[in-house]
């Protein structure tokens, strides 16, 4: 393993790299990116099962772990753009993107950004899949209360939602995450980071919303713990509903960070999903671009039409 960082469009980018000792060149290099206020850490136990024929990287996404924190807007778009330039930098025309949490709503923003050099995308808890989603996280989108007030707090919160979330974590690299998420910036970035996909009502940011833009979408497979707390299974099962092709592969036990609860069972799967020799792409099932609203939502909109002339005009496609 070896840590890198390079500059991309003025952030500076951190990651850590695993090169295999017997690489096999038939396997394409896999990307892993975490959750909010998580780092490269997160796939401690992961990334050198994986990296035993292939090459793996797990990158800090900006405003976490090693990475600098920027006084920028940290949506979803932004975050896709960086990871895009940093894919274009590093030269790789061909990956495979794992994305837990927050870190898969960033995987399903480079469908749009670069979908040319995504061979297979694994969704693991993903972001993006549904409106619910755990209280706290809805609480953080208090109108910049996190962002003005919450930079003290940052360690301890880190220690309470995402240690107690763990289970089975190493308590060391929490502790190292805490103090990651202890330098200043931390608080501005995480709380623009979740505004930027959720408000009091839950997820307002959603894959199906968009993917209808892509024009073919490539092999696609959801991972999920079958107890998460902060994230239920059912948006998995929601997303097979509305697709053909994808499939969800369930742990049991497992709660939102599976993929360190029951590493080595995940491997496994994520190994059969990457290894397989021919998969169908995903493809949106008829209607399922229209992504299903709340009965207050479709009222915001109505009025939101007849303020235009339009009334209840379209479905939406605000991003």
Known sequence: MSYCNCDIDGVKLHWAQFEPDLAD???????????????HLTWRSVAPLLATDRRVLTPDLPGSGLSTRADVSYTLEWQAHIMARWLEAMGLTSVDVVGHS?????????????????????LVASGGL???????LRLATFPFMVEHF?????????RRAIGGSRLHGSAADLETLAKMNEQPGTARAFSRAVRSVINFRGQYRMLLQRAHEVDELPPIRVFWGEVDALIPHKHGDALVAATEGVELVTFPGAGHYLHQQQPEAFVEALRAFLDAAELPRATLRPASDVVAVSPMDRIARGLRGRGRGRPGAGRNRET
């Open 25 to 39: 060149e038939g396997k394409t290099a896999v990307v892993l990116l975490h959750g909010l206020a998580d780092s």
């Open 102 to 122: 927050f870190g898969g709503g960033v995987a399903q923003m480079l469908l749009l950004e670069c979908p040319e050099r995504l061979r297979r995308i694994a």
């Open 130 to 136: 549904g409106r619910d989603v755990g209280f706290w």
């Open 150 to 158: 919450g930079q003290p707090f940052m360690a301890f919160g880190t």
